[in-house]
């Protein structure tokens, strides 16, 4: 069974009050403050300014949302994440946007069923909006990231 995930990541307030101009734009609740709005295929749409895809290396990032995700910045960290996976064997990129640009990454990692989690691209982008790991997990599993295994699964969950 596959996994993958392409998503905003930020503090609920933040990203609510952001994302409200965005056609499409659905915010999850995840823990420890945070929710994600999934990167579908209309959010995508209604963000991109038409210039590459592919900005930082991002399968997913459309090109020039970048810039929003630094203006977003301003207000706390923001981050940028994708994760592809199957079999145990895939990928995961990161970002973390603060005070208005660029802080973090962009993350990129080949991920492998011996890479250490704690140490992957998504679980550095989560240590830096201050994510918490319990004992014995990552800060991936802390949130909640495995409760869905795709994007757009996520949309069910949301509550804008």
């Given at each position: ?45 209604a963000v991109t300014d038409g210039s ?33 996976y199957f079999g145990g064997v895939g ?70």
């Amino acid at each position: 069974m596959g996994y993958e995930l392409q998503a905003v990541i930020a503090g609920d307030e933040l990203l609510r009050a952001a994302s409200r101009g965005v056609a499409g734009a659905r915010v999850v609740p995840l823990r420890q403050g945070l929710s994600l709005m999934p990167m579908t295929d209309e959010v995508f749409g209604a963000v991109t300014d038409g210039s590459a895809v592919r900005a930082l290396g991002f399968w997913k990032l459309p090109g020039g949302f970048e810039i929003s995700l630094a203006r977003w910045s301003a207000a706390g960290p923001v981050a940028y994440v994708e994760a592809e996976y199957f079999g145990g064997v895939g990928e995961q990129r990161a970002a973390v946007w603060a005070d208005g640009a660029l802080a973090v990454g962009p993350l990129d990692v080949p991920a492998r069923k011996w890479m250490v989690r704690a140490v992957s691209p998504i679980s550095q982008a989560l240590q830096q909006l201050g994510v918490k790991r319990s004992l014995g997990g990552d800060e991936f599993e802390a949130l909640g990231l495995g409760r869905h295994r795709n994007t757009d699964d996520w949309m069910s969950s949301s509550t804008s």
